[in-house]
C-alpha cells in the first residue's frame, strides 16, 4: 500500500474544479467539528465517571484559579 503525503493530498486539491474545492473544505470542516464534539463528549463521560468513582472533587472557580496560580 502506498502512503499518501500531506503534500500530495494539497496537490491533488488544487486540480480539483473551485466549487469542488469549497466542498472539500465544507466537508472538511464538518467532519473537524464532528470529531471535536464525539472527543468532548468523551471526556466530559471520563471525568462524570472519574468523579463518580470520588478520584476528583468539586471545586469553585476561585479555588481552580488559586491552583492554576500556585
Known amino acids: 500500500m502506498t502512503e499518501t503525503t500531506?503534500?500530495?493530498?494539497?496537490?491533488?486539491a488544487e486540480q480539483l474544479p473551485l466549487e469542488d474545492q469549497e466542498n472539500l473544505i465544507?466537508?472538511?470542516k464538518?467532519?473537524?467539528t464532528e470529531q471535536k464534539r464525539?472527543?468532548?463528549v468523551?471526556?466530559?463521560q471520563e471525568t462524570e465517571?472519574?468523579?463518580t468513582q470520588g478520584k476528583c472533587q468539586s471545586m469553585t472557580p476561585e479555588q481552580i484559579?488559586?491552583?492554576i496560580l500556585s
Open 6 to 12: 500531506f503534500a500530495d493530498i494539497l496537490e491533488a
Open 42 to 44: 468523551r471526556d466530559v
Open 30 to 32: 464538518n467532519r473537524l
Open 65 to 67: 484559579m488559586e491552583e
Open 26 to 28: 465544507h466537508i472538511l
Open 38 to 40: 464525539v472527543e468532548l
Open 49 to 51: 465517571k472519574e468523579f
